[in-house]
């Protein structure tokens, strides 16, 4: 079981490093080179930390999906700050919870292009559920926080 954590953080953080040399690659490219970076372990109580470690590579800091690892996807990364308007009004924090355990049938989950963050989280909080609940649950906040008026 440690083993299989140990593997799905490595891939992950591997990505990640992918996208961030594509994004710098100059136009006629090298070679790339993967630059293995180190996974933060932030905070469990700040949902804007967690945030802007984990997620803005992608989503952005303001959440709209313009992180620089954005043009690397093939399907964007989502807008997270309509998702409250898409959704008649109502911010759906069960279904955003449980898109970052990895519960949620979305198409690009547990793919390339949105990693599954349920057992990273799971890994850096040493299997320790009631954090990995706390990281779920503050970030689920703060992404509320982020909705358009
Ligand atoms: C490697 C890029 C990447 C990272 C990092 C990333 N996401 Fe995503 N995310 C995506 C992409 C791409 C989609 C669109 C997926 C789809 O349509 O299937 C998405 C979709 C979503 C959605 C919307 C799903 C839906 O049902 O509409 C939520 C919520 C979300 N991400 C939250 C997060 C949170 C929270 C984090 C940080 C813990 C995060 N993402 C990190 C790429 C990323």
Same mark, same amino acid.
């Given at each position: 079981?440690?083993?299989?954590?140990?593997?799905?953080? @490595?891939?992950?953080?591997?990505?990640?490093?992918?996208?961030?040399?594509?994004?710098?690659?100059?136009?006629?490219? #090298?070679? $790339? &080179?993967?630059?293995?970076?180190?996974? &933060? +372990?932030? $905070?469990? +109580?700040?949902?804007?930390?967690?945030?802007?470690?984990?997620?803005?590579?992608?989503?952005? &800091?303001?959440?709209?999906?313009?992180?620089?690892?954005?043009? @690397?996807?093939?399907?964007?990364?989502?807008?997270? &700050?309509?998702?409250?308007?898409? +959704?008649?009004?109502?911010?759906?924090?069960?279904?955003?919870?449980?898109?970052? *355990?990895? #519960?949620?049938?979305?198409?690009?989950?547990?793919?390339?292009?949105?990693?599954?963050?349920?057992?990273?989280?799971?890994?850096?909080? #040493?299997? *320790?559920? @009631?954090?990995? #609940?706390? *990281?779920?649950? +503050?970030?689920?906040?703060?992404?509320?926080?982020?909705?358009?008026?």
């Amino acid at each position: 079981m440690h083993v299989m954590k140990f593997i799905s953080l @490595a891939v992950i953080v591997v990505m990640i490093s992918v996208f961030a040399v594509a994004q710098n690659a100059p136009a006629q490219a #090298q070679a $790339p &080179t993967v630059k293995h970076v180190p996974i &933060t +372990n932030a $905070p469990s +109580n700040s949902g804007k930390e967690m945030f802007h470690s984990y997620c803005a590579v992608c989503h952005g &800091t303001d959440g709209k999906g313009n992180g620089p690892a954005a043009p @690397a996807m093939k399907t964007p990364p989502t807008d997270l &700050t309509v998702l409250a308007k898409k +959704n008649g009004g109502k911010y759906p924090a069960d279904h955003v919870a449980a898109v970052i *355990r990895g #519960q949620a049938a979305t198409p690009s989950h547990g793919s390339q292009d949105m990693p599954v963050w349920g057992p990273l989280f799971s890994s850096i909080s #040493q299997g *320790r559920e @009631a954090q990995v #609940q706390q *990281r779920v649950t +503050n970030l689920v906040k703060y992404i509320e926080t982020l909705q358009a008026k």
